[in-house]
């Protein structure tokens, strides 16, 4: 028995794309719950596997990834406000909105938008809001509303004062925000899924970057059946794209990455996965090997200024737990710059497997994966690490490369864009 035949029927359940989130990561994630139901052999815990649904969960937890922080991107949310008020509130008078939060994870999301509304004014009997997320623990840690510091990121943290009081190890949540979020345990690839439609508002953020292709045309279905004919569905930076590809219509508001349903009449025959694949292939021109170091997009910065990358609000992402750690990383980016392909690529994986949220390990992974002209790959550990640090730069370059040579020059011009802002705004800040 080999792990790919786990990780298949991982994919099978729950969507899950192993090279996108490591397979390094699946095999300890397999190692640790062998040891804990003491087994040495693959076939056995397959077995277990297939006669245990407990055993199932239990491995699932061990593979999904938790990354969350209260409002995360701010913009997002102030965006969600005004539609609510400007928008869905005159034209819904007597009605109460319904909002969708999944993955909600341990529950910073949905009781995000839950304290937005309250922010705003928004009369708390005009809205519900749900969390589901395929984490039985996370649910059970999000209903208890207890969060560290690591949730709390940012320079606005005002929100902590009005709407949580301080504990001995952390923060609670006050009551009266968490009644105003259900939460339930549901996977999005199960049919029939478990939540009621419509909602006017969902939030589906970084889940698809995890998943298989067929696995996000799915969800992306799934999404289009829940949300209203006038809903607002909220996705990461990295999935509007695919969004669109799919049918929905992009809402044009610099920073927030959103869509909504396409008008029945003008909305095209959708392709399906297979043809979409086909034609992203067709239209893709081959692509030249970079050298590892060498920046692959120029960015329009005064010259003799060296680039600072921007330091990340609060606690930093996936800074390595022990010198060791640390010196693996700068080992498998040594490797890489000496051109040592294949042994940086072992080292890095060995470190994301212990460290899964490290954005720079995530960026040194595509950039080995871009020379070795992987380009599906490439980009989605560039995507990875732009969820984990948003003002990676570096990473966003790189992305509107890949956008440009598969011809979305608008989608590059963006994201070039979008690093020079806050490349010019670190250095402004710059002592």
């Known amino acids: 028995m080999k792990q790919n035949m786990i990780e298949s029927l991982l994919e099978e ?48 937890e061990m593979v999904v990834v938790p990354e969350t922080w209260f409002f995360r991107n701010r913009k997002v949310f102030n965006y969600l406000v005004h539609f609510v008020k400007d928008s869905w509130e005159p034209k819904n008078r007597g009605r109460t909105l319904r909002a969708l939060s999944i993955p909600c994870s341990t529950g910073e999301e949905p009781y995000s938008i839950a304290m937005a509304f309250l922010d705003a004014d928004i009369n708390k009997d005009r809205f519900h809001i749900e969390g589901m ?51 339930k345990a549901g996977n999005v690839l199960k049919t029939p899924f478990a939540a009621r ?38 996705c990461g930076h990295a999935e509007r794209q695919t969004a669109l590809d799919w049918g929905f219509e992009a809402v044009h508001e610099t920073g927030v990455f959103a869509c909504r349903k396409r008008c029945r009449e003008s909305n095209p025959k959708r392709p399906s996965v297979a043809a979409k694949r086909m034609s992203s292939k067709q239209q893709v021109p081959e692509k030249k090997i970079a050298p590892i170091r060498k920046p692959v997009v120029p960015v329009d910065f005064p010259s003799g200024r060296p680039i600072e990358r921007p330091k990340p609000a609060g606690p930093e992402v996936g800074v390595p737990t022990s010198q060791e750690k640390a010196d693996l990383f700068l080992e498998a980016r040594e490797m890489a710059d000496q051109g040592l392909l294949p042994k940086a690529l072992e080292l890095c994986q060995d470190f994301l497997g212990e460290n899964p949220v490290h954005a720079d390990a995530h960026f040194l992974m595509g950039l ?61 800040r710059a002592p």
């Open 368 to 428: 080995i994966h871009e020379t070795f002209n992987n380009n599906d790959k490439a980009e989605a550990f560039f995507n990875k690490a732009i969820y984990l640090n948003p003002e990676h730069v570096e990473a966003l370059n790189h992305l509107a490369f890949v956008e440009s040579q598969r011809g979305n020059e608008e989608g590059a011009e963006r994201l070039r864009r979008r690093a020079q802002r806050i490349s010019r705004g670190t250095m402004h």
């Open 13 to 60: 359940k729950i969507g899950l794309d192993t090279a996108a989130i490591g397979r390094k990561v699946i095999e300890n994630a397999i190692r640790q719950r062998m040891d804990r139901c003491r087994l040495t052999s693959l076939r056995a815990y397959a077995k277990i596997l297939s006669d245990s649904n407990d055993e199932w969960k239990n491995l699932i």
């Open 197 to 234: 439609a419509p909602f006017d508002v969902i939030f589906c953020r970084n889940l698809m970057i995890y998943m298989s292709p067929e696995a996000r045309d799915r969800t992306l279905e799934t999404m289009s059946r829940l949300l209203s004919e006038t809903g607002i569905f909220f």
């Open 133 to 183: 997320d395929i984490s039985e623990e996370a649910i059970k840690k999000a209903r208890l509303g207890e969060y560290g510091s690591g949730s709390f990121r940012g320079k606005d943290l005002t929100f902590r004062d009005r709407y949580f009081r301080s504990k001995s190890h952390g923060y609670q949540l006050l009551e009266h925000v968490r009644e105003k979020v259900q939460f």
